[in-house]
């Protein structure tokens, strides 16, 4: 269904869970139309019937793609294209992540976290600049805190963030002269599956080296992933949605957003101490 006329216009990848779901819901009930690529066709179903519920389903067009298939990314530049001939903003929200200590995560394992955490955002990004362009609109890239602080556990996760960190910082610049604005959000953990997903994944990497020199950052894997998994000491997603909103109704947003406030603290911390300081504290902090 094309977007009517004056309707603001957004694409949000990652909608089958989580951030993408929750603000995909609250942008519609908003009255964005709202493109939500999700990667199966029961996921649709189950956001439309969500939608439903909320009074947003006309809004709302779910896409299936699998944004690290090129192919696919074409086809989703191509459909929302047929759609409207401009597009206000792109939220590049889906993600995972790959958790567990560096030595023990393989190769292979290491380039599916940049390839989806990193270069598949870049290629959706190329595939709808020339809308994001003809409405002067915005990209906002869903980084993490880990994206400004690296520590044990996390290392593959925080380095694909810190490298959508770069990517932000250089398109930032390179596209002000199209009024094409580049926001980042930096969250900390919350109430969404990307840490239970990450747990299932090193299951038998968690067992196989359980009695191993990594037992204790290994058995901190898992409770770090289940509690982040419940939400328990995270925000709730639906301030996520409420971020996003204030970004796109700013004309002049700020170029990096960190949710909750009060996770600032700790950024400026890190950014202050010296590194061997900060590293016998994370130590410290983990018995490490």
């Given at each position: 269904?094309?977007?009517?006329?004056?309707?603001?216009?957004?694409?949000?990848?990652?909608?089958?869970?989580?951030?993408?779901?929750?603000?995909?819901?609250?942008?519609?009930?908003?009255?964005?139309?709202?493109?939500?690529?999700?990667?199966?066709?029961?996921?649709?179903?189950?956001?439309?019937a969500?939608?439903?519920?909320?009074g947003?389903k006309?809004?709302i067009?779910?896409?299936?793609?699998?944004?690290?298939?090129?192919?696919?990314?074409?086809?989703l530049?191509?459909?929302?294209?047929?759609?409207?001939?401009?597009l206000?903003?792109?939220?590049?929200?889906?993600?995972?992540?790959?958790?567990?200590?560096?030595?023990?995560?393989?190769?292979?394992?290491?380039?599916?976290?940049?390839e989806?955490?990193?270069?598949?955002?870049?290629?959706?990004?190329?595939?709808?600049?020339?809308?994001?362009?003809?409405?002067?609109g915005?990209?906002?890239?869903?980084?993490?805190?880990?994206?400004?602080?690296?520590?044990?556990?996390?290392?593959?996760?925080?380095?694909?963030?810190?490298?959508?960190?770069?990517?932000?910082?250089?398109?930032?610049?390179?596209l002000?002269?199209?009024?094409?604005?580049?926001?980042?959000?930096e969250?900390?953990?919350?109430?969404?599956?990307?840490?239970?997903?990450?747990?299932?994944?090193?299951?038998?990497?968690?067992?196989?080296?359980?009695?191993?020199?990594?037992?204790?950052?290994?058995?901190?894997?898992?409770?770090?992933?289940?509690?982040?998994?419940t939400?328990?000491?995270?925000?709730?997603?639906?301030?996520?949605?409420?971020?996003?909103r204030?970004?796109?109704?700013?004309?002049?947003?700020?170029?990096?957003?960190?949710?909750?406030?009060?996770?600032?603290?700790q950024?400026?911390?890190?950014?202050?101490?010296?590194?061997?300081?900060?590293?016998?504290?994370?130590?410290r902090?983990?018995?490490?």
């Amino acid at each position: 269904m094309a977007a009517s006329s004056g309707q603001r216009t957004i694409v949000i990848t990652g909608c089958s869970s989580g951030f993408g779901r929750v603000t995909a819901l609250n942008l519609a009930r908003h009255g964005w139309r709202v493109f939500a690529t999700v990667r199966k066709e029961a996921d649709a179903e189950s956001l439309l019937a969500e939608a439903a519920k909320e009074g947003g389903k006309e809004q709302i067009t779910p896409l299936l793609c699998d944004i690290t298939v090129p192919e696919q990314v074409t086809r989703l530049g191509e459909a929302v294209a047929a759609a409207t001939s401009s597009l206000d903003a792109l939220l590049n929200n889906a993600g995972t992540a790959y958790a567990g200590p560096l030595e023990l995560l393989s190769p292979t394992d290491l380039r599916a976290q940049l390839e989806i955490n990193v270069v598949a955002h870049l290629a959706v990004t190329q595939a709808l600049l020339p809308l994001l362009k003809a409405a002067r609109g915005t990209i906002i890239n869903v980084s993490s805190v880990n994206g400004r602080i690296a520590t044990p556990v996390v290392g593959a996760y925080s380095a694909s963030k810190f490298a959508l960190e770069g990517l932000s910082d250089a398109l930032r610049v390179e596209l002000a002269p199209f009024g094409v604005r580049v926001v980042l959000i930096e969250p900390s953990s919350s109430g969404t599956n990307i840490w239970e997903t990450s747990l299932q994944r090193a299951q038998d990497r968690l067992e196989q080296h359980r009695d191993g020199p990594y037992q204790r950052l290994l058995e901190l894997t898992e409770k770090v992933a289940r509690r982040a998994s419940t939400g328990r000491g995270g925000f709730p997603p639906q301030l996520f949605a409420e971020t996003v909103r204030q970004i796109l109704a700013s004309p002049r947003p700020r170029a990096r957003y960190v949710i909750p406030r009060s996770v600032g603290r700790q950024i400026l911390l890190r950014r202050l101490l010296p590194d061997s300081l900060w590293d016998r504290l994370v130590r410290r902090t983990l018995k490490w």
